[in-house]
């Protein structure tokens, strides 16, 4: 059975890792000076490296042949390959969304007292660590405070601040940032030559637009148009593959609110949702661009990820867009489109709660 992508080129380096270089120096150089902590907290939103690095890290550390004053492992040696076949029994990895309870902290804390079978440390990796009861944070508190001399914790979380401050205080604490379009699509067009797939630049921005700053996502998205089973992939496709609206759809949309046309502008939602799109992924690229709107209607200046994926046409038009509006009365449209984004879910008619969105944003006078 062929591995997906995002486990095919999961990262086997540290020199592999893309976005987060603030993180992977500080790594390298604790790890080549032989002055890694005992406790690591990473923080960040979803598919941007926070697992990964933590197995690399427990890779390096336990790596035979890696030498003094480097940081790679060499993922050669026995424990190498066991720890990236997953079958190490000193890399213990514990999902607390689904582990949450005390027992499972007692167990652990049970266990770190036992020397490692064969590897040098034992590394504890706790997945969304933020899902732990109370008691069960107090209790690894506890065993926070006085670790055993081979055991190192990595604690990972998408919401940091449900961590309690006690144990922030008790680890080094790394913040794993969103990945930018640039990032993403260097990355997905390393993917597609090593495949020997051909597709579109646009498809790349494409997807890389909707993964939100996850490489994860981005290569999963990326997953579902190389299952498609065509070895040259347009922008036409890959919408239709991944149900994603095309920025040219949302700005054309976009320009129905500005001339104030609700027939054209329901007509043309219509006929969107009757090609198959999703209204849901519609709704949520049309807020990504409307924000883009409200920034450049404050400064010009101010960039984000979206503007980077457009050609020179469209970053013409998006300036004229942005200048129709002033920004109360973006900020105003915005709102309403999130309220109508909210609402999709709990319709029987998708469309509906949009329609009514493109009727309150065009019958509300403007303020410009």
């Given at each position: 059975?062929?591995?997906?992508?995002?486990?095919?080129?999961?990262?086997?380096?540290?020199?592999e890792?893309v976005?987060?270089?603030?993180v992977?120096?500080?790594?390298?150089?604790?790890?080549?000076?032989?002055?890694?902590?005992?406790?690591?907290?990473?923080?960040?939103?979803?598919?941007?490296?926070?697992?990964?690095?933590?197995?690399?890290?427990?890779?390096?550390?336990?790596?035979?042949?890696?030498?003094?004053?480097?940081?790679?492992?060499?993922?050669?040696?026995?424990s190498?390959?066991?720890?990236m076949?997953?079958?190490?029994?000193?890399?213990?990895?514990?999902?607390?969304?689904?582990?949450?309870?005390?027992?499972?902290i007692?167990?652990?804390?049970?266990?770190?007292?036992?020397s490692p079978t064969?590897?040098?440390?034992?590394?504890?990796?706790?997945d969304?660590?933020?899902?732990?009861?109370?008691?069960?944070?107090?209790?690894?508190?506890?065993?926070?405070?006085?670790?055993?001399a081979?055991?190192?914790?990595?604690?990972?979380?998408?919401?940091?601040?449900?961590?309690?401050?006690?144990?922030?205080?008790?680890?080094?604490?790394?913040?794993?940032?969103?990945?930018?379009?640039?990032?993403?699509?260097?990355r997905?067009?390393?993917?597609?030559?090593?495949?020997?797939?051909?597709?579109?630049?646009?498809?790349?921005?494409?997807?890389?637009?909707?993964?939100?700053?996850?490489?994860?996502?981005?290569?999963?998205?990326?997953?579902?148009?190389?299952?498609?089973?065509?070895?040259?992939?347009?922008?036409?496709?890959?919408?239709?593959?991944?149900?994603?609206?095309?920025?040219?759809?949302?700005?054309?949309?976009?320009?129905?609110?500005?001339?104030?046309?609700?027939?054209?502008?329901?007509?043309?939602?219509?006929?969107?949702?009757?090609?198959?799109?999703?209204?849901?992924?519609?709704s949520?690229?049309?807020?990504?661009?409307?924000?883009?709107?409200?920034?450049?209607?404050?400064?010009?200046s101010?960039?984000?990820?979206l503007?980077?994926?457009?050609?020179?046409?469209?970053?013409?038009?998006?300036?004229?867009?942005?200048?129709?509006?002033?920004?109360?009365?973006?900020e105003?449209?915005?709102?309403?489109?999130?309220?109508?984004?909210?609402?999709?879910?709990?319709?029987?008619?998708?469309?509906l709660?949009?329609?009514?969105a493109?009727?309150?944003?065009?019958?509300?006078?403007?303020?410009?």
């Open positions: 059975m062929a591995l997906v992508l995002y486990r095919k080129y999961r990262p086997k380096t540290f020199a890792i976005g987060q270089e603030h992977i120096q500080t790594l390298t150089n604790a790890i080549s000076s032989g002055t890694v902590s005992h406790a690591y907290l990473f923080s960040g939103s979803r598919g941007t490296g926070k697992t990964t690095v933590a197995r690399l890290l427990a890779k390096a550390v336990n790596c035979q042949n890696r030498k003094e004053q480097e940081a790679e492992p060499c993922n050669q040696c026995n190498c390959q066991e720890i076949a997953g079958n190490s029994l000193d890399i213990i990895e514990i999902d607390a969304a689904s582990n949450r309870g005390i027992d499972e007692r167990a652990l804390r049970d266990g770190i007292k036992f064969h590897l040098k440390y034992k590394v504890y990796i706790i969304e660590c933020h899902e732990l009861t109370k008691e069960a944070f107090n209790a690894l508190l506890k065993t926070l405070e006085e670790p055993p081979h055991a190192i914790f990595v604690l990972a979380t998408t919401e940091i601040q449900k961590v309690l401050p006690t144990i922030i205080s008790r680890c080094q604490r790394f913040d794993f940032r969103r990945l930018n379009l640039v990032q993403i699509v260097s997905l067009q390393y993917i597609i030559e090593k495949e020997g797939i051909d597709i579109e630049k646009p498809v790349l921005n494409l997807i890389a637009l909707n993964a939100e700053g996850s490489i994860r996502d981005a290569e999963s998205l990326l997953d579902q148009v190389v299952a498609f089973g065509e070895k040259k992939i347009d922008l036409k496709q890959a919408e239709e593959i991944l149900g994603i609206v095309d920025i040219n759809i949302i700005s054309q949309f976009v320009d129905y609110l500005i001339k104030k046309d609700a027939k054209g502008g329901i007509r043309y939602l219509n006929q969107i949702q009757e090609k198959g799109r999703d209204l849901q992924q519609f949520h690229s049309l807020i990504n661009y409307l924000r883009e709107l409200l920034l450049l209607s404050i400064d010009r101010l960039t984000n990820p503007g980077l994926g457009l050609t020179d046409e469209q970053s013409s038009h998006i300036l004229e867009q942005a200048g129709q509006f002033n920004e109360k009365d973006w105003r449209i915005i709102k309403i489109f999130i309220q109508a984004q909210q609402e999709i879910k709990r319709t029987s008619l998708p469309q709660p949009l329609e009514l493109i009727v309150e944003v065009i019958s509300q006078p403007s303020n410009k």
